[in-house]
C-alpha cells in the first residue's frame, strides 16, 4: 500500500467520493457539473478556495497560478473553475511534489489515478509543448 505525498482530485463526482469517505485530499478541481450538467456544490471539507475562469478546452494562466499557489499551501483548499476543469488535470500533474496521487473520473469508467514521477512530468510536458504549438498554428 502506497502512501502519497499528497491527494490532488479534479472533477465533482471524484471530489464529492473521495470526501464522502474521508480521504484527505489537498487539492479539489471542480467546476460544478457532471457530464457537462449543472450540479449542486457539495460540501468537500476544504479551508481555502479559489474561483477561475478557465473555459472548455483551454488551460488560462489564472488557472495555472490558482493550482501553484494552492498547492504552496498546506491546507485543504479547492479551486471552483467557471468553464471546464478537464485540462487542468495536467497542469496538476506538472506541479505536484514526487509520489503525489492525481484522481480524475473517466465518464462511465471509473476512477484514474496518476502517480506523479518525473516521467509523468515530463510526458506532460512534452504534450503541453504539442498542444501549445498546435493552438498557435
Known sequence: MENPAIIIAVGDTVSENLAKNHI???LSIIDNKCMRKNVQPK?????????????????????IAAIQEALQGSQPTKIVVEGEEDLLTLIAIMNAPQDSFVLYGQPHEGIVVVKVTQDKKTEISELLKAMKKRSKN
Open 43 to 63: 460540501p468537500l471539507g476544504t479551508e481555502k478556495t479559489f474561483h477561475v475562469r478557465n473555459p472548455q478546452g483551454t488551460i488560462t494562466e489564472e488557472a
Open 24 to 26: 484527505l485530499v489537498r
